[in-house]
């Protein structure tokens, strides 16, 4: 199983205000779309599952199948909605549904729980042109360290760079 976790941030390594709030840029936010829909899976943690499905994001994205790591015993009536309780959990029901590789879509302590485990094989960032003095990390601070290689870097714009790694196994 293939995971690829796909983030924005900023210049100092935010990947939201202290809020919430995501002030991305318009081809940012074209290049997440475009990433996302090649994923026929995606993973999510609770807070962002619920910002996306409030602003109908799901649907931009190609509807794919959503697990989501929440700590209570939630459950949907949507079969594409799943929710699991732990990284492990998340792969084992990806692989059980014949899924080869997902998307992991944040947030920062979902990012911590998979990079924990080693469960994130690529990290693809979309760099803002912005600084926050504050706000959400990229990860939350944890007991985990990863080596990575580059394997790309690409202009989505003027200002905005991506850059690819594999995370060294």
């Known amino acids: 199983m293939k995971t ?3 983030m924005a941030q900023t210049l100092n390594g935010y990947i939201a205000k202290k809020n919430g709030d995501t002030p ?4 940012v936010w074209k290049s997440y ?7 026929k899976a995606i993973i999510l943690g609770r807070k962002t599952y619920e ?3 409030e602003v109908n994001e799901f649907e931009k994205i190609g509807n794919p199948f959503t697990i989501v790591l929440s700590k209570s015993n939630k459950s949907s009536n949507d079969k594409n909605i799943n929710f699991v309780k732990s990284p492990k959990e998340a792969i084992k029901l990806l692989e059980k549904n014949g899924f080869k590789e997902a998307l992991i879509g944040g947030g920062s302590k979902l990012n911590a729980s998979f990079m924990k485990e080693n469960l994130i094989n690529e990290i693809i960032l ?3 042109p912005q600084i926050f003095g504050n706000g959400i990390k990229l990860f939350e601070e944890g007991k985990f360290e990863a080596k990575l290689k580059l394997k790309a870097v690409k202009n989505i714009s003027e200002n905005v760079v991506q850059l690819c790694y594999e995370v060294v196994k």
């Open 33 to 39: 779309y475009q990433i996302a829909k090649k994923f």
């Open 24 to 27: 991305w840029s318009e081809e």
């Open 126 to 128: 979309d760099i803002e």
């Open 51 to 53: 910002v996306m499905k």
């Open 4 to 6: 690829t976790l796909y």
